[in-house]
Structures are given as structure tokens and as C-alpha cells.
């Protein structure tokens, strides 16, 4: 395979979609241009908006919020284009402490323009970057030059567009802290300069993708995180870093190379997006979107089920290195090798990542564990495409709750084997109906019953004529088989400590509805849908149960303009408008914290962060808590509300700009015609972003 080199790395031929609809800079960069079809706006579903309100009637007659005349009172807020100045596992536990009042109090902010380049925050709240896109992390980093870039400097520094984020501490006085965060694509246009060599664009490319694990510390717990360069724990996880693949297909003829004929050693993670912390403290990402990076002969059912297709790759890697076009001799099965869960132990530098065959292999968004009452352990998964599904996995073996070396050895070997089940959604509206006897809903709720479809258990295949190992390779085709319900893109899915119900963001399905497609399910009830909808899971039993119960706790959007928006029946009056919601996250008192990516497109507000309350009159109450800069989406939200901090990964600030004229300056806003500071930059940066009490 040649390697080409001085061509000028362009975006043009991959730009799929036109004005009016979502970024296509990060249609192309980030799916693939996954949704190739018409986006249209939001439109109120008859069918949905007579449900609902006959839900806020019942919620009434119960004695809750009704409707009410208020509107909703937003606080003063701190949009501010400056940073401030640099200063356990399982149900039960959790569940004992209930639902209480959390420390971190703010008055919700109002929504802010879509176009404003500015991180918002409450009033009485500051906020700072911990890492940016480019910061060294080991003692021989260069410090981020945008004028001098290279691979070898990108490899030793922070990667780009920061997902899936989360913090461990590393000592009881709260003064060091291990970061995790994954990069999981690049925007080479606003990130180079036009002519830059464009072999070494795609080498700064591949190595700005990856995993960064780096050190924090503060002098107490007031004082906002400063990451450590040089620290014992960093790390950085490269395109050559090596994943060792676990579970069944683990050596299977379907993941097998000419570099590694044995088929359990993969190098590098691509596309990685949310992800999720285990009991035993390891990282999972999820891999999403993998199958833009590869070139393949597009015409096997598998190939067009994962979106692989002979065009060449938004970034060309398949120039530089032959495993990128699966067409090339010996490298058949190598986007097999991606779309799987990865996890990383942050606390041993040494220690080999793995991927997870026995979590299936799809468009991975992430993975959520939870200790069952029976000691196995459950993660909660979501395939983030168009009328794809939902997933649960549940271990073979029991979690041990001790914390010695050899109980963590162990529970880093339990998501290797167990059973692999997709969710079927059934309601009581003729739509969605499991049993077919077509009864309109009984009690005017959107929700109903519900059950995980067995893909693999005890080790043998559930579908049939397909072997264990193709269920988990193909698992979308496997899943294809057995008639679970097509969801509106599944984020995050993620369940509560304090109750044991799983949340579901949906986050949009603009092609729900459209000729050719499936309509309104009562599970997924609204058409043309550009705002998402949050489910809520009840399992029958303990987590490892194969029934659920369910109902909607948001139908997302903004009220003002969309009347379909529904908020488990608080007043749509008192909430903040919300719109397609990706990450989810708890505080320690039970509320559920949405991050959203998309609103810019549908409801012309910049993406955010936003608190939803769970239990009490409240439920449903939707409060923003902070808006991310132009362009960008909010991701890996980190609620510390015993600190009063929270945290959040800014990815894709400036997206649809140029190198030459940037859409935004974070994070670190250095004036008109002012002298960058060492380090600093004029050009956007991905970045993970405290907020903290002004007054702490
Ligand atoms: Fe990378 Fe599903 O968002
Ligand atoms: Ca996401
Ligand atoms: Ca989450
Ligand atoms: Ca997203």
C-alpha cells in the first residue's frame, strides 16, 4: 500500500448532508453520515399528544403538579467567554441514603443561543478547564504549539473531542484523582492549516485519537482538579496500542489476521463515545461509529448492516496503513475487530485494555454496570443507530465485593462470559402491542411490559443458525432475528443506584415515520422525531430478570414551540427546554443529569447540561444547569454534588468552522490581537471542564 503524501486532507467529498440540517461536518466526521435521509423539525403527533394528556390528567387527579400558569423562572447566569482564574457499587448502599436534598443548589439558567461562543454556568458558579486538546502529558511532552504540530507531539499529549469522561479518587483526603477520558474522533479542517502535509494530518489524526488516563490532584477538597504532567498513572492508548479480546469470539476464524492470525490482539479503539465506571473501578468505552474508518467491499450482509462501504474514508488512513481497507489480502475480519466494549484498568499503566466479545459487537454508545441482589453483574447497553436496539448483559459469574488484589482480578474477568439478551418493548396502545390483542391503553400511560430476548445464554446460541461467535460478531444480524423493537438511537443507558430503574436516552430518530420506515410505537411515539425521549426501566425482579415493565419519563423539546413535549407530567411551563438528550449521570441523591447533543439543530439552543428530578412532586422537572460554546456538544457528565463540582467534556467546540476562520475560541478565548500565552491557543479546543463554586 503506497503512502501518499503532500495532498491537502479535504472534507468537501464527504459532506453528505446540506444547510438547515445537523452539522454535516459532524455527520461526516463523527457517523459516517449515518442519517443520510431528510431531517426535518419537530412536529406534535396527534397520536402521542392525546396520550400525554391524558397522563397529566391522571398525574392531576393524584394530587401532583397539574399544568400550571407559572413559567418557568430562570436565574442570573454566567455566560462567560474567560475561565475563572486557575485555583461504591450496587443498589442497596445507595439505596439507603434515598432521595434527599443535594448540596449542589442553583438557579436553573435560561437557554442560551446556539451561536454564542461562551460556557454558561449559574450564577455563583465559575468554571475552568482541567485538560485541553494538545496539554503534555508526560515530562518529555511539548507543550500544544498550533503552529507546530506533529504526531510525535500529539501521541504525548491530551487527544481530541473528549467523550465519555469520568474521575476515581486515588486517597481518602480527596487530594489525587485519576482522569479517564476517550477522544473519539478528529476535526483535522479546524485543527491544521489548509495545505498542511496531509500524510502527517492523518498520522496527527490517528494519534489524537485513543483513551488518556492522567493524574489529578488539589490541595483540598474545595479547590477545583489540576491534572499532574508527568504523573505515575498517565497514559495515552494509541492507534498501535495492543486490546486483548476476550470471550467466546476471542480467536474465533471471524476476527482472525494476517497480523495476528491468532485473533486476540487488536490493535487500537476507534470512534469511542460514552462509556461507563465499574463497581471493581475500571473504565468501559464503548466503540461507536468504527465503521467509518474502515473501507470494505460494502456488499456482504454484514457490511451493509454496520454501514461498510467501498467509498473512501473520511480521513484516508487506508492510505498509510492496509489493515483500513478490509479488501486488501489478510485483512478481511479487521472491522470485525472494532464495535466492541473496551475496558481499562486507570490504576495500572501496565495493564492490557480489553475488548469484550461477550457484549456483542454493534455501534456501541457505552455500557452501564449494576451489581444485581443476585451478585451478578449487569451492563446496560445502547446501539446508537436509526431503528437499532437495546441490549443487556448479564455475568456468568458472581461480583466479589471485596477490594484485594485478587477479588479485582476477578471482577475484571466478569464481563468475559455470560448471556447477551436485546430488549422487546410492548405497550398497551394497538402499535406496540406484545400480544397483539390491539387494546387501546388502559390508564392513559405511555408504558407497558416488556422483555430481553435471549441472543446467548449459557454459552450456546439462542439464534438460530447462527454459531455463539457469529451471534457476537454480527450481533445486529443475530438481533435482526429474533424481532426486538426498534429504538430511536439509544445513547446512554444507564441504571440507578438508588432504585435499580434504567434510563434510556433516545436521543432522535428523524426518519421515524417516513415511507418506507416504522411509524409511531408507543415505546417510540413520536414521528419525525428530533428531540428524543428518555424510557424508564423496571425490571421484574433482580437486574438479571427477562421481564420488564416500563413507561416514558420525557418526551424531549421545547415546550414553546413543541406542544408533544412531555416531562412525567410537570407543567411543560416550568421546565427548561431540553433536546436530544446523549449522556446520562446520577447525583448522590438520586437525580438523573442529562447531557444533551443536537438541541443547536432543533431547538436552536446550545447543547447543555440539565438535572431532571426523579421521585417527589418534582418528578420531571427539568433545570439547565450549564450551555456549552458554539458548535460543541456536551458529553461525560460527572456530578460531585458533595463537592459542589460538576464536571463535563466539551467536545467539538468550533466544529463547523476553518482553521482559518474558527467558529469558536474556547477554551481559552484569547483576545483580538492579543500574544497567546505559552500553551494557550486562538483555536477551539476540546476540553474537560470543572465547574465549581465561585465562593469555595
Ligand atoms: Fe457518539 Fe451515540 O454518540
Ligand atoms: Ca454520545
Ligand atoms: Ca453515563
Ligand atoms: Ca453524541
Known amino acids: 500500500m503506497s503512502v501518499s503524501s503532500g495532498r491537502k486532507f479535504s472534507l468537501l467529498p464527504m459532506l453528505g448532508h446540506t444547510k438547515g440540517k445537523r452539522s454535516p461536518v459532524t455527520c461526516a466526521l463523527k457517523c459516517d453520515n449515518a442519517c443520510s435521509g431528510e431531517v426535518c423539525n419537530s412536529s406534535p403527533n396527534g397520536y402521542f399528544r392525546d396520550i400525554a394528556s391524558a397522563t397529566m390528567s391522571r398525574r392531576a387527579a393524584l394530587g401532583f403538579g397539574a399544568a400550571g400558569a407559572l413559567a418557568v423562572v430562570f436565574g442570573n447566569a454566567v455566560t462567560s467567554a474567560e475561565p475563572a482564574a486557575a485555583g461504591g457499587p450496587g443498589l442497596a448502599a445507595a439505596a439507603k441514603t434515598g432521595f434527599g436534598k443535594s448540596k449542589l443548589q442553583f438557579t436553573a439558567i435560561a437557554p442560551v443561543d446556539a451561536a454564542v461562543d461562551a460556557f454558561t454556568v449559574p450564577a455563583g458558579f465559575s468554571w475552568q478547564p482541567i485538560i485541553r486538546w494538545g496539554d503534555p502529558l508526560f515530562n518529555d511532552s511539548p507543550a500544544f504549539d498550533v503552529d507546530r504540530q506533529s504526531a510525535a507531539a500529539q501521541g504525548r499529549q491530551f487527544g481530541y473531542n473528549n467523550d465519555y469522561t469520568d474521575i476515581l479518587a486515588l486517597d481518602a483526603k480527596g487530594r489525587r484523582a485519576v482522569l479517564f477520558t476517550n477522544h473519539e474522533y478528529t476535526n483535522e479542517s479546524i485543527m491544521l492549516p489548509a495545505g498542511f502535509d496531509a500524510a502527517e494530518t492523518r498520522a496527527i489524526g490517528r494519534a489524537a485519537h485513543g483513551l488518556t488516563v492522567v493524574e489529578l490532584e488539589r490541595k483540598n477538597k474545595n479547590q477545583p482538579w489540576r491534572y499532574v504532567q508527568g504523573a505515575p498513572l498517565n497514559r495515552r492508548f494509541l492507534s498501535d496500542t495492543s486490546y486483548e479480546l476476550t470471550g467466546p469470539a476471542a480467536g474465533s476464524a471471524l476476527v482472525t489476521t494476517v497480523a495476528d492470525p491468532a485473533g486476540r490482539t487488536i490493535k487500537g479503539t476507534l470512534g469511542n463515545c460514552s462509556g461507563g465506571t465499574t463497581p471493581w473501578g475500571t473504565i468501559l468505552s464503548g466503540e461507536e461509529n468504527f465503521n467509518g474508518y474502515f473501507v470494505s467491499a460494502g456488499t456482504s450482509a454484514a457490511d451493509k448492516r454496520y454501514g461498510l462501504t467501498s467509498k473512501p474514508t473520511a480521513r484516508q488512513w487506508e492510505l498509510d496503513d492496509p489493515r483500513f481497507d478490509t479488501r486488501n489480502p489478510g485483512y478481511a475480519n479487521e472491522s470485525n475487530r472494532f464495535g466492541w466494549i473496551v475496558e481499562v484498568d486507570p490504576q495500572d499503566p501496565t495493564s492490557t485494555p480489553k475488548k469484550h466479545s461477550a457484549m456483542g459487537r454493534f455501534k456501541h454508545e457505552g455500557a452501564n454496570v449494576i451489581v444485581a441482589a443476585s451478585g451478578h453483574v449487569v451492563a446496560y447497553m445502547g446501539d446508537d443507530e436509526r431503528f437499532d436496539y437495546l441490549y443487556k448483559f448479564v455475568s456468568k459469574d458472581k461480583y466479589r465485593p471485596g477490594t ?132 424508564e426501566i423496571t425490571e421484574t425482579g433482580d437486574q438479571t430478570s427477562t421481564k420488564f415493565n416500563w413507561n416514558l419519563l420525557m418526551v424531549c423539546g421545547d415546550p414553546a414551540k413543541n406542544t408533544s413535549a412531555y416531562f412525567a407530567g410537570f407543567p411543560a411551563s416550568q421546565v427548561s427546554p431540553i433536546s436530544c438528550p446523549d449522556n446520562l449521570a446520577f447525583d448522590s441523591v438520586g437525580n438523573l443529569w442529562i447531557s444533551t447533543d443536537g438541541a443547536p439543530s432543533s431547538t436552536g439552543y446550545a447543547d447543555g447540561l440539565f438535572k431532571v ?84
Open 404 to 535: 484485594t488484589a485478587a477479588d479485582r482480578r476477578h471482577n475484571m474477568t466478569l464481563l468475559s462470559d455470560g448471556d447477551l439478551f436485546v430488549a422487546k418493548f410492548g405497550g398497551d396502545s394497538p402499535a406496540a402491542e406484545i400480544d397483539g390483542s390491539g387494546k387501546l391503553p388502559a390508564d392513559g400511560a405511555f408504558d407497558g411490559a416488556g422483555e430481553w430476548l435471549p441472543l446467548v445464554v449459557g454459552g450456546k446460541s439462542m439464534v438460530s443458525g447462527m454459531s455463539v461467535e457469529e451471534v457476537l460478531v454480527y450481533t445486529r444480524l443475530a438481533a435482526d432475528k429474533v424481532g426486538p423493537t426498534k429504538m430511536d438511537r439509544c445513547e446512554d443507558v444507564q441504571p440507578s443506584l438508588h432504585t435499580g430503574k434504567v434510563y434510556v436516552a433516545c436521543t432522535n430518530n428523524t426518519d421515524r415515520g417516513k415511507t418506507g420506515k416504522e411509524g409511531a410505537t408507543e415505546v417510540n411515539p413520536r414521528t419525525l422525531n428530533r428531540d428524543g425521549h428518555i424510557v
Open 613 to 696: 428530578t426523579l421521585a417527589g412532586p418534582e418528578r420531571g422537572r427539568v433545570e439547565q444547569f450549564l450551555a456549552v460554546p458554539r458548535d460543541a456538544e456536551t458529553c461525560g457528565p460527572i456530578i460531585h454534588d458533595e463537592e459542589r463540582h460538576v464536571f463535563v467534556a466539551v467536545q467539538h467546540p468550533g466544529e463547523d468552522g476553518s482553521f482559518e476562520t474558527q467558529n469558536s475560541r474556547f477554551p481559552d478565548y484569547v483576545a483580538a490581537g492579543a500574544t497567546p500565552k505559552p500553551g494557550q491557543a486562538r483555536i477551539p479546543r476540546p476540553s474537560v471542564v470543572q465547574v465549581f463554586r465561585a465562593d469555595d
